[in-house]
């Protein structure tokens, strides 16, 4: 078997994979990058409306900084992210998008003077200010009181990805295309890289690291219906439980979009209706003012997605042969900015459902979108039980999403995430030494591949791809949108039957190279292991928080559920994972927890959370009126970056509000 060594080693080739690999480079380390696809062909791409940063650039963005941006990510993360990386997170999220206008991403520029723009369905003028004119452009997005999120026309994702990826080859940076990672080495305190095989050929591969990082994306296609790509599949996530060391955090915190088309489930971006696109019922009624009535088609995303629910429940979908849908109407936007900054939405609907969404609504209901769980990391990246496993982007619980992902905060976390994690990435291997054990690094070999001569060599037994449509039915059933115990304990019971089947398949195609049958039977054993940690941990926490909403228990319970799940599979023979808890600390977090904005105020109060609000205003009062804002930050909460990460941020709004001219 071939070993292959380098310093950094990076599964996956996405933007975060890629960015991290930038870093690394940059610093003068070896670093390899193993990816299912070529890098331009990521579900990075597939990111249509924008990334967030508080550059403060637009009228509507004016008085926008790290704190408002913070502020919203925490409230969005209904009180479950980790507040620390938050920071870090706004922080440096204006550095990333000026960095990526450096490396020729050609964001959507302001105009100065008047232009129209249409919100809460009215057709308005803004007044852009001179001393803007050129800058980089923002537009409104869900659960935030700025604008701010920059973006390409609705290509924003494939803007970032071929520039990242472009400038990755600029540096050298080596791709082995066609190649799966199946196993992580490692001895149970240090990870060592991992054994691949190569879809082409079939050969097993050893690539050995001092630092690996985890970045393959989410797990979406474990529901059947996912406006992820099919690559999507959480195996990153499974490879990290089946060391039995790392924990995966948050699984059952998964997001569903509001806007997929109906029946396809491809996305809709968020900027449709952020750039003013309303949601009707069967009757054509605008119905999202009656459940929300101050922020409407711009509530939170698992708000919108939730009461779109709700309304079809109650009989106001549109029926069809796929069931019932709602439509999402930009028809009042024009054809000139349908056609200039939702261009991508356009052709979807021209492609896939033969409609004009310039003159016709387009069908559309929730559908699973984003895994705000993943690889459970510290603020560095660096998994807590496994030195040298890093994780990020969406392969990782990082943990700034909590259990609800704004909008434009995933596709700045690729970046963003990369540009930090990846400096750590950096400074471990030139910090570190590795003293491998070639027997070690066989032993793993050997696990895999015994586990392939079974497949091929068992005449009888269960069919890889029923086993996995099984259970994106099981997940889409019972642990989608709205969640309950009966359905969770179902999903359970039968997702185990479906993991212990999976450990007798039978293939009909024998081949060791270029086979998809082995391909599926490798992966769907893996997913059956993510499916059951985001079900298990669904059926065991009895509250509802962001996108995890128990009907059954609809209230957020801080007092007794605000933590973090934890998920490990420390029994290779198990059939469910052993859940246990990280607490959140609520007197060290610089927001307390607090009413989210959205329907009833209905949350059990944590018996902290008073005690914390005074120590706050005590510590702000102490430090006086004349006190920066940077100053109360870091006196409430203070965290850490690289140092060429750490200088303020400078913004065009300030002078302008206070009538500099200069």
């Known amino acids: 078997m071939k070993l292959i060594y380098t310093d950094a080693l990076v599964v996956g080739a996405g933007l975060a994979g890629l960015r991290v690999a930038i870093e690394a480079k940059a610093r003068g380390l070896d670093t390899l990058v193993l990816s299912l696809i070529p890098p331009k062909r990521s579900h990075s791409a597939a990111a249509q409306g924008g990334m967030q940063a508080s550059l403060g650039n637009t009228v509507k963005g004016m008085g926008d900084n790290e704190d408002v941006h913070f502020q919203d990510t925490v409230k969005g993360?209904?009180?479950?992210?980790?507040?620390?990386?938050?920071?870090?997170?706004?922080?440096?999220?204006?550095?990333?998008?000026?960095?990526?206008?450096?490396?020729?991403?050609?964001?959507?520029?302001?105009?100065?003077?008047?232009?129209?723009?249409?919100?809460?369905?009215?057709?308005?003028?803004?007044?852009?200010?001179?001393?803007?004119h050129g800058l980089i452009n923002a537009r409104d997005f869900g659960g935030t009181k700025k604008w701010r999120t920059c973006y390409t026309a609705d290509g924003t994702g494939h803007s970032l990805l071929y520039a990242v990826d472009n400038q990755a080859i600029a540096l050298g940076v080596p791709v082995h295309e066609r190649v799966e990672a199946l196993k992580i080495i490692h001895d149970g305190k240090r990870c060592q890289g991992v054994?691949?095989?190569?879809?082409?050929?079939?050969?097993?591969?050893?690539?050995?690291?001092?630092?690996?990082?985890?970045?393959?994306?989410?797990?979406?296609?474990?529901?059947?219906?996912?406006?992820?790509?099919?690559?999507?599949?959480?195996?990153?996530q499974a490879l990290a439980l089946e060391t039995g060391v790392a924990t995966l955090g948050n699984m059952e915190a998964v997001q569903f979009h509001p806007t997929a088309i109906v029946p396809v489930g491809i996305l809709t971006t968020e900027g449709c209706r952020g750039d003013g696109g309303l949601l009707r019922d069967k009757n054509g009624h605008r119905f999202m003012p009656d459940y929300e009535p101050e922020k409407k088609e711009l509530a939170s995303r698992d708000v919108v997605s939730r009461r779109m629910t709700e309304h079809m429940r109650k009989g106001f979908g549109v029926e069809s042969p796929y069931g019932p849908h709602l439509w999402l109407d930009i028809t009042l936007l024009g054809r000139k900015h349908v056609e200039t900054n939702l261009r991508e939405v356009k052709e979807i609907c021209e492609n896939f459902l033969g409609i004009d969404p310039a003159t016709e609504w387009i069908p559309v209901r929730p559908t699973q979108h984003y895994s705000m769980g993943g690889i459970r990391t510290k603020p560095s990246g660096e998994s807590p039980q496994l030195k040298g496993l890093f994780s990020v982007g969406e392969a990782a619980c990082w943990d700034m999403h909590g259990f609800n992902r704004l909008g434009g905060n995933s596709l700045a976390e690729t970046v963003v995430g990369g540009m930090i994690i990846g400096s750590y990435v950096a400074d471990f291997c030139e910090q570190e030494t590795l003293q491998l054990d070639t027997r070690l690094v066989e032993r793993f070999a050997t696990e895999l591949q015994q586990e392939i001569d079974t497949l091929l060599s068992t005449s009888d037994g269960e069919d890889a791809f029923d086993l996995k449509l099984h259970m994106q039915r099981i997940m889409m059933d019972y642990v989608g949108i709205f969640r309950n115990g009966p359905e969770l304990q179902k999903a359970v019971d039968e997702l185990k039957s479906l993991l212990a089947r999976s450990r007798h398949i039978r293939l009909k195609c024998k081949k060791r190279h270029a086979n998809p049958e082995l391909v599926e039977a490798l992966r769907v054993r893996r997913m059956l292991?993510?499916?059951?940690?985001?079900?298990?941990?669904?059926?065991?926490?009895?509250?509802?928080?962001?996108?995890?909403?128990?009907?059954?228990?609809?209230?957020?319970?801080?007092?007794?559920?605000?933590?973090?799940?934890?998920?490990?599979?420390?029994?290779?023979?198990?059939?469910?994972?052993?859940?246990?808890?990280?607490?959140?600390?609520?007197?060290?977090?610089?927001?307390?927890?607090?009413?989210?904005?959205?329907?009833?105020?209905?949350?059990?109060?944590?018996?902290?959370?008073?005690?914390?609000?005074?120590?706050?205003?005590?510590?702000?009062?102490?430090?006086?009126?004349?006190?920066s804002r940077q100053q109360c930050q870091q006196a409430l909460m203070p965290f850490s970056l690289p140092p060429h990460l750490q200088p303020e941020n400078q913004r065009l709004s300030d002078p302008i509000a206070s009538g500099d001219k200069s």
């Open 77 to 132: 993360s209904d009180w479950g992210c980790d507040q620390t990386v938050a920071r870090m997170f706004s922080h440096c999220a204006p550095k990333a998008v000026r960095q990526m206008a450096n490396w020729g991403v050609p964001w959507t520029r302001v105009t100065a003077g008047p232009r129209q723009v249409v919100v809460n369905a009215e057709r308005v003028t803004i007044e852009e200010a001179q001393q803007a």
């Open 529 to 627: 292991k993510v499916a059951l940690t985001v079900a298990c941990g669904a059926l065991a926490r009895t509250e509802s928080r962001g996108a995890h909403a128990r009907e059954d228990y609809p209230q957020r319970n801080d007092k007794e559920w605000l933590n973090r799940t934890l998920a490990s599979w420390p029994d290779a023979k198990a059939l469910a994972p052993q859940l246990h808890y990280e607490t959140l600390d609520v007197m060290q977090m610089e927001l307390p927890p607090g009413y989210r904005g959205y329907g009833a105020d209905n949350a059990i109060a944590h018996p902290d959370t008073a005690k914390r609000q005074q120590q706050i205003s005590d510590i702000l009062e102490q430090l006086g009126a004349d006190a």
């Open 195 to 236: 054994i691949a095989r190569c879809l082409i050929t079939g050969e097993l591969r050893a690539y050995i690291a001092k630092c690996t990082t985890i970045a393959t994306g989410g797990y979406g296609r474990i529901y059947e219906i996912s406006t992820n790509a099919v690559i999507c599949e959480g195996i990153g």
